[in-house]
Nanobody
Framework: QVQLVESGGGLVQSGGSLRLSCLAS????????MGWYRQAPGKQRDMVAT???????NYAESVQGRITISRDNTQNTVYLQMNNVKPEDAAVYYC?????????????WGRGTQVTVSS
């Protein structure tokens, strides 16, 4: 079984910084794209940033220049560095990964970590 476990969420002041981490564990053959999505109350889950196994990144327009995604393939971990955090960044952040077990690639989600922004 594969698990994605997020950490690093919490309360941050507007303008401050926060770093989220997500560790993938279990019976993993390979990890393809990894990413972060977020969902604010009453809104849909939206993509924040994704990163391929080769390091190519993609960002939502609303976070470009403030948020950086990175990954450590040796540790099966993806990070989200959030700088100049804004009130609209408040949401539950979910880790996402496409992982191959055996010969089948499937999408997996973490349970989420809450980011709260104080003004």
């Amino acid at each position: 079984q594969v698990q994605l476990v997020e950490s690093g969420g919490g309360l941050v002041q507007s303008g401050g910084s926060l770093r989220l981490s997500c560790l993938a564990s279990g019976s993993i053959f390979s990890i393809h794209v990894m990413g972060w999505y977020r969902q604010a109350p009453g809104k849909q889950r939206d993509m924040v940033a994704t990163i391929t196994s080769g390091g190519s990144t993609n960002y939502a327009e609303s976070v470009q220049g403030r948020i950086t995604i990175s990954r450590d393939n040796t540790q099966n971990t993806v990070y989200l560095q959030m700088n100049n955090v804004k009130p609209e960044d408040a949401a539950v952040y979910y880790c996402y990964a496409v992982i191959t077990q055996g010969s089948i690639a499937r999408p997996y989600w973490g349970r989420g970590t809450q980011v709260t922004v104080s003004s």
